[in-house]
C-alpha cells in the first residue's frame, strides 16, 4: 500500500513568517492529495487539496504544490497568524479498484505561530 | 447540512464493558470511515464502508472491535469487551463516492472520547 511520509513533526515560527510543511508518498499511482488542519480538541478539516494533473494550487494565504516526478508534496502558508497554530495532516489517495478513495494519512506537523 | 454527526462526544466506561459509537453520514455520502486517533499513533482507519459494504477493515485491532453499517444513514462501531488501551479520540468521516474524477476529501465528526477505566 502507500506510505506517506510528513516533515516535520514540529514546526515554530513567528507571525508574519512563512511555513512549509512537506510530504512524500510512495505509490506513484496516487493521485489525490488532501491537507486537514486540525485545532486542538476538534476534528480534522479539509483546508486544501490537489489532484496529480496539477502542479500547484492556491488558495488565499494557503497553496500546496506537487511534483509528481520527486513523489512530494508540499502545504505553504504565507503571513502566519496565531489561529493557524494546529496540527496539519497531508494524505494521499489509494489507487486500487474498489479502494481508491482510501486515504494515508502522514503523522501530523504540529505548528505554533508565536504572535 | 448539519455534516457529520457522532454521539456520544465523550464516553467514559469501565473495563470489560460494552462500548457502542454511533454515527450518521452526511446525507448523499456513500463512503463512510472510522479512524481512531491517538499521541502514539496518530490517525489510524479502523474500518470503511461504500454503500453500506465494508471495503476495508484491515485496521480493526482485533476480534473486540466490530462495524455495521445498516443503512446509508447510520453505522456503528462497537467493542466488546473493552480495555484501557482502547482510550482514544474515535472520529467517523464521510465521503462522496465518484469513481469518475474523484475522490474527495473527507468530512470528519466531532468525534467521540473514550476512557476506559
Known amino acids: 500500500g502507500e506510505n506517506v511520509e510528513q516533515h516535520p513533526s514540529t514546526l515554530s515560527v513567528q507571525e508574519g513568517d512563512s511555513a512549509v510543511i512537506k510530504c512524500t508518498y510512495s505509490?506513484?499511482?496516487?493521485?489525490?492529495f488532501p491537507w486537514y488542519k486540525q485545532e486542538l480538541g476538534k476534528r480534522p478539516q479539509l483546508i486544501i487539496d490537489?489532484?496529480?494533473?496539477?502542479g500547484e494550487k492556491k488558495d488565499q494565504r494557503i497553496a500546496v504544490t506537487l511534483n509528481k516526478t520527486a513523489k512530494h508534496f508540499s502545504l505553504h502558508i504565507t503571513e502566519t497568524q496565531p489561529e493557524d497554530s494546529a496540527v496539519y495532516f497531508c494524505?494521499?489517495?489509494?489507487?486500487?479498484?474498489?479502494?481508491?478513495?482510501?486515504?494515508?494519512f502522514g503523522s501530523g506537523t504540529k505548528l505554533n505561530v508565536k504572535p | 447540512d448539519a455534516g457529520v454527526i457522532q454521539s456520544p462526544r465523550h464516553e467514559v466506561t469501565e473495563m470489560g464493558q460494552e462500548v457502542t459509537l454511533r454515527c450518521k453520514p452526511i446525507?448523499?455520502?456513500?463512503?463512510l470511515f472510522w479512524y481512531r486517533q491517538t499521541m502514539m499513533r496518530g490517525l489510524e482507519l479502523l474500518i470503511y464502508?461504500?454503500?453500506?459494504?465494508?471495503?476495508?477493515d484491515s485496521g480493526m485491532p482485533e476480534d473486540r472491535f466490530s462495524a455495521k453499517m445498516p443503512n446509508a444513514s447510520f453505522s456503528t462501531l462497537k467493542i466488546q469487551p473493552s480495555e484501557p488501551r482502547d482510550s482514544a479520540v474515535y472520529f467517523c468521516?464521510?465521503?462522496?463516492?465518484?469513481?469518475?474524477?474523484?475522490?474527495?476529501?473527507?468530512?470528519f465528526g466531532s468525534g467521540t472520547r473514550l476512557t476506559v477505566v
Open positions: 468521516a464521510s465521503s462522496p463516492l465518484v469513481v469518475t474524477g474523484g475522490p474527495y476529501g473527507y468530512t
Open positions: 505509490d506513484s499511482a496516487s493521485n489525490y
Open positions: 490537489i489532484r496529480s494533473n496539477v
Open positions: 494524505a494521499a489517495s489509494s489507487r486500487g479498484r474498489d479502494n481508491f478513495n482510501k486515504f494515508y
Open positions: 446525507s448523499g455520502h456513500n463512503s
Open positions: 464502508f461504500n454503500n453500506n459494504v465494508p471495503i476495508d
